[in-house]
């Protein structure tokens, strides 16, 4: 099982910039990734961006490419979601996911990931 703690939401103004952080624990192997989803109320949880342990390969919704990053800390077990040109569509509750899939289409789903954190809520005011 894999721990998983977010932080940096809050709430901020359209064109902001904001880095959400996931600091993970546990059973971490190579094969693990980190996925990042957001859900907004009444409405489904959806894709982000991931990335592997590594570092090697990342992915991104296309609602987010170009203006979101992903990377992982080089001494630490710790991702981050760099969220730049923020939009009011953006506002949603942020969770980071731990899973074992590495493939583009199952990467993206939910129901691949096995460990969740809390959730960081991010507001974005237009």
């Known amino acids: 099982q894999v721990q998983l703690v977010e932080s940096g939401g809050g709430l901020v103004r359209e064109g902001d910039s904001l880095r959400l952080s996931c600091a993970a624990s546990?059973?971490?192997?190579?094969?693990?990734?980190i996925g990042w989803f957001r859900q907004a109320p009444g409405q489904e949880r959806t894709f982000v961006a991931a990335?592997?342990?590594?570092?090697?390969?990342?992915f991104f919704a296309d609602s987010v490419k170009g203006r979101f990053a992903i990377s992982r800390g080089d001494a630490e077990n710790t991702v981050y979601l760099q969220m730049n040109s923020l939009k009011p569509e953006d506002t949603a509750v942020y969770y980071c996911?731990?899973?074992?899939?590495?493939?583009?289409?199952?990467?993206?789903?939910?129901?691949?990931?096995?460990?969740w954190g809390q959730g960081t809520q991010v507001t974005v005011s237009s």
């Open positions: 996911a731990a899973g074992s899939s590495t493939h583009n289409v199952s990467i993206r789903i939910p129901k691949t990931y096995h460990s």
């Open positions: 990335i592997t342990w590594s570092g090697s390969r990342s």
């Open positions: 546990g059973r971490i192997h190579v094969t693990t990734n």
